[in-house]
């Protein structure tokens, strides 16, 4: 039966997304049967939001389609677990057995679950790991490596029963919620611990000790680190290259962690290790090496041991978090020490009680921005997280970009820039830097419209230069920064740019971090020019584009079929005032269609018209708004119009075309009538006062 109290919800693991989004699971215990620990038969998923918004979902194992055994605990094993692969989506991984009594039946499973709770996608990784010494299943031996874009999937790893290797599979989530099997390699190891890393390139590495016994010394080997690294969506490793040999025996390795570094170059592991004979001190080896395996920079440094069974996390910010947990006398909470390391073995202390107090799990996280998140005892029905502000070592580098590489950009962050005088946007880096081929930068209107995509490449014309070793101008076309009053912000690829020294691919940005606005739209004062541009704005403007050959081609295929013809048409329209943007009924089309007989070989015009604005939130004229569709077609390589379904087959030589109205067609008729009837006028008058003047006389 159920109970009329529920147990106490409690905080099991947390995870975040890359913009700080905070990802926790509640669990509820259902009964003990030591070493298990069972919980209630539910995934229950809070999401709290930079905004403090919080949202969340609660599945039973039922509607899972999950064995109830992966919702028991073991001491050093979770089988339930989940990874926030990429945005708004969690990847899960679980296991299920045909016979719970076999162990050889187990089976890894992923699924795919977005932050609605709405189950996506299923996906088999693998046979259990089994010992098959004991004959028992142990889960939770995979491990998950995110990549450094997440949008670009995995790394999994898993060791292979009864033997000495490892699976490496690399995958990848769609933005559909599907997982796709990118590459699958397999590799041997003799020693433990194996680390994965997500390397600058976009690729991974492994990372693994090797043992050479000791002449001298009994029991206290030499150890060597070795890496393989992994292209993303290549089976093929590079490898192994020993990155790291000790001098000296060594009686223990505390710990090994890699991740890559937002501070320096490439990616950087830490080895922890005692000495032999064995002191009172911990010898720390960072090693800084490249997405190829070189090395290129080793630190050493001592460390009291002052505590047992610490972890370490590397910090975005330079150095590393050291922390350990210690039993409370009241056993619903442990004791959290730690401290702030850098590399030259200085201690920075948080700024909150020490030891402070976090629940009977621990399990804490650090976000972005040097936040420290730590989950605190339950109690009744209220869990809670508390944070602190971690010291940040390379904090002066930080000018709210998100990358440390950054010095400054114009515009700054927040600025209001006037779109008519602004022509390009640059980026000055602390250190010298090279342009890399293929890596975009991209410019959006709030919303994640798109408004240019400007890359280093042979077609993409002169839109991207370096002015200096520090510094790099992107040429900004006139239809950008085309709404007043409007937030714009920009993206930059990992890897946009690298450093000129050592060849290592540089991180970009990857959210709204580097935003400003445009002025409001002035109101000026009505004259005769004017007047004349508002009567022009009022009446709609027919025009006319062009179908590059392959268009043409397309297009004949289908276009005795009116159905086809008219979808074609309407989707090309739609795709078009998407680009602007403007509202889907200001473009449109009389469905007519002609060769154009100066070009060879042949090519389709056709009809584009544009609508004057209905709505004060759809306001832009329709001048501009042709002008805008002329230089976005021109421009297609770095506008949304060259990765249209439809819009990529307009001619970007040919541009927009309008057909000129009867009042721009008579404008110089209509004036010289004016100006006639003026000087007649005037004239009429010279002659009335002159016979006036002529009779008072007589």
């Known amino acids: 039966p159920i109970p009329e109290t529920p147990s106490t919800p409690r905080v099991l693991n947390i995870d975040n997304y890359e913009d700080g989004t905070i990802v926790v699971r509640i669990v509820r215990l259902n009964y003990t049967a030591p070493p ?29 389609n999950i064995q109830p055994f992966n919702f028991c605990l073991l001491s050093k094993f979770n089988p339930l677990r989940f990874y926030p692969v990429k945005k708004n ?34 996906f088999w990784l693998g046979t259990s790991f089994v010992n098959t010494t004991t004959n028992e299943w142990l889960p939770a031996q995979d491990s998950i490596r995110l990549n450094i874009h997440r949008d670009n999937g995995f790394l999994r790893t898993a060791p292979i029963t009864s033997t000495n290797s490892m ?10 919620g599907e997982i796709q099997l990118l590459a699958k390699s397999y590799m041997n190891f003799t020693a433990t611990p194996v680390e994965t890393v997500a390397t600058m390139d976009g690729g991974y590495a492994i990372i693994y000790p090797g043992i050479t016994p000791s002449s001298t010394i009994p029991f206290a080997p030499y150890i060597s680190i070795h890496g393989f690294f992994l292209q993303n969506g290549n089976p093929e490793p590079q490898g192994p290259f020993v990155l790291y040999q000790t001098p000296n025996p060594v009686s223990k390795i505390i710990l090994l962690d890699c991740g890559f570094t937002k501070v320096g170059f490439g990616q950087t592991c830490i080895l922890v290790l005692n000495v032999a004979p064995a002191t009172d ?15 290129y920079n080793i630190t050493i440094f001592q460390n009291p041991a002052d505590l047992t069974d610490f972890a370490i996390m590397p910090l975005d910010y330079g150095g590393y978090l050291l922390f350990s947990t210690a039993p409370n006398l009241d056993k619903t909470k442990l004791n959290l020490y730690g401290y702030i390391l850098d590399d030259n073995s200085k201690r920075y202390n948080w700024n909150i009680s020490y030891p402070t107090i976090t629940n009977f799990i621990g399990d804490i996280l650090i976000l972005p921005n040097n936040t ?57 880096f602390y250190s010298k830097v090279n342009l890399s081929p293929y890596r975009n930068v991209t410019i959006l209107q ?44 920009v993206l930059i690829d990992d890897g946009f740019v690298e450093s000129k020294d050592l060849q290592e691919p540089i991180i970009g940005i990857q959210d709204n971090a580097w935003n400003f606005n445009t002025t409001q ?78 070009a060879s070989p042949e090519q389709y015009i056709i009809s584009i018209n544009i609508k004057k604005a209905k709505n004060s939130n759809d306001s832009r004229s329709v001048n501009l708004v042709a002008s805008d569709l002329n230089t976005l077609i021109k421009y297609k390589l770095i506008t949304v119009i060259g990765s249209g379904v439809y819009t990529n087959y307009l001619d970007e030589e040919y541009g927009y075309e309008p057909i000129p109205r009867w009042l721009e067609e008579h404008l110089s008729s209509i004036l010289g009538t004016i100006g006639l009837n003026i000087i007649l006028l005037l004239f009429a008058y010279w002659v009335n006062i002159h016979l006036i003047l002529i009779y008072y006389k007589k």
């Not at 038969?41 to 905004?51: G, K, M, V």
């Not at 899960?92 to 992923?110: C, H, S």
């Not at 419209?449 to 070793?469: K, L, P």
């Not at 268009?551 to 008219?566: E, M, V």
């Open 89 to 122: 989506f969690l990847f899960l991984t679980y296991a299920e057995a045909e016979d719970v009594n076999n162990p050889f039946t187990y089976n890894d499973w992923g699924m795919i679950i977005d932050l609605d709770g709405v189950i996506k996608s299923k």
């Open 281 to 295: 001190q911990n010898t720390f080896i960072k090693m800084d090496f490249l997405s190829t395996g070189t090395v």
């Open 521 to 598: 739209q002035e109101v000026t004062q009505k004259s005769i020019s004017t007047f004349y541009e508002t009567k022009l704005n009022e009446s709609s403007i027919n025009g006319k584009v062009r179908l590059t050959a392959e268009g043409t081609t397309y297009f004949k295929s289908f276009k005795h079929d009116k159905i086809k013809r008219k979808e074609f048409f309407d989707n090309l329209t739609q795709e078009l005032a998407k680009a602007v943007p403007v509202g889907p009924e200001r473009i449109t089309t009389n469905y007519r269609h002609e060769i154009d007989t100066s």
């Open 372 to 428: 420290l998140v730590i989950p605190q005892p339950e109690s009744g029905q209220t869990w809670g997280l508390i944070t602190t502000d971690l010291y940040k070592i390379e904090g002066a580098r930080d000018h709210g970009y998100g990358n440390l590489h950054i010095f400054n950009t114009t515009p700054i962050i927040g600025d209001t820039i006037d779109p008519s005088g602004i022509e390009s946007l640059t980026i000055k």
């Open 167 to 176: 699976i490496l599979q690399q995958f990848k989530v769609n933005e559909n």
């Open 446 to 489: 709030d919303g994640g419209i798109i408004r240019q995509i400007t890359s280093v490449s042979n077609d993409n014309g002169n839109f991207v230069e370096a002015i200096d070793d520090y510094t790099i101008k992107i040429k900004v076309i006139d239809s950008t920064f085309n709404q007043p009053n409007t937030k714009y912000y």
């Open 36 to 64: 298990k620990f069972c919980l209630e038969e539910n995934l229950s998923i809070r999401t709290i939001y930079p905004n403090g918004t919080v949202k969340g979902f609660d599945l039973s194992a039922d509607t899972l």
